[in-house]
């Protein structure tokens, strides 16, 4: 199956980067390869290093830019982007972008969990070397630990009720499959507006699996050491806990001398990106620039 991909804010992010031809620059969450094909396109012959932790994703990237002879892939997660450069043999880079969206890849894929809108295994997991998943915290985790998962990522109200919903299902029977639990917070929640009542849900067992917002300030200071003087870190964050992380860390690097915030104001897509692009609608982008 081809997945389309269209990357978010594409033109904002190669503005801020102020990429020039002789520059390292670094991808570090690749995904299918949006941006850094957009990078490769602007600057020609720069130095690109593409890391995701998903070797699907890098599979696909790497035949996306199979042209490019200065790109290099590596699949590690983006909180050990430090060690990933060094091992290639550069100090210091002239620019970064983490887009932290969940990649159309994880959504569309077959077999991967992510979406309560497939009948599919529960799974979630970016990196499948790995062994927790997502069936294994819905089964295991206990009740009190699941809401306040659902609640502290996902910033659901019901987070109690659905907690209490889970474990009264699993008690009967395993909840295996993304159906079987978007079915069950259904049942518990009733539906208001147009929001699935399992999207906050399974954004907060995504978030648990990957660890995600315990990766993104390890990443954000790690990636800070590795920019050259001049060097911009482009970060896209998708919903409030990611951006709350990003705009701490940036206020932090600025407090103690080492960067300059370029966005007071996060810079948000235009309307005609939003339009034809639905999933960029909640998107930030913030960019600091290494002093």
């Not at 983006?78 to 290639?88: D, E, P, Q």
């Not at 979406?115 to 998943?133: G, H, I, V, W, Y």
Request: proline share 3%; net charge positive; with cysteine.
């Amino acid at each position: 199956m081809e997945i389309v991909h269209v990357p978010a804010m594409l033109e904002e992010v190669l503005e801020a980067l102020k990429i020039k031809s002789s520059g390292i620059y670094v991808d570090a969450t690749v995904g299918l390869g949006g941006h850094t094909e957009g990078i490769m396109q602007r600057a020609g012959e720069c130095t690109l290093i593409g890391i995701d932790r998903d070797d699907k994703a890098i599979e696909i990237a790497r035949e996306r830019l199979r042209d490019y002879k200065t790109v290099h892939f590596v699949r590690e997660s983006f909180s050990n982007i430090g060690t990933a450069v060094r091992n290639l043999g550069y100090d210091k880079v002239n620019g970064i972008i983490l887009d932290l969206g969940i990649s159309a890849l994880h959504l569309k894929s077959e077999g991967r969990g992510f979406s309560f809108l497939k009948d599919e295994p529960l799974d979630m997991r970016m990196d499948r070397r790995q062994a927790l998943t997502a069936e294994a915290v819905v089964n295991k985790y206990s009740e009190k630990a699941l809401a306040d998962i659902i609640w502290q990522y996902g910033e659901e109200r019901f987070s109690r009720r659905i907690a209490r919903a889970i474990i009264y299902a699993r008690h009967i029977n395993p909840i295996r499959s993304c159906g079987d639990l978007a079915g069950i917070i259904e049942k518990s929640v009733r539906r208001r507006g147009r929001i699935h009542p399992a999207t906050r849900t399974f954004q907060a067992l995504r978030i648990e699996v990957n660890k995600e917002l315990e990766e993104l300030p390890i990443a954000i200071e790690t990636g800070a050491e590795l920019l050259d003087t001049g060097g911009r870190l482009c970060i896209l964050s998708y919903h409030s806990l990611e951006d709350r992380i990003v705009k701490n860390a940036f206020k932090k690097l600025a407090a103690e001398g080492i960067f300059n915030i370029i966005s007071k104001k996060p810079l948000v897509p235009g309307q005609q990106e939003r339009k034809l692009n639905p999933s960029s609608r909640s998107v930030k982008l913030r960019v600091g620039e290494k002093i």
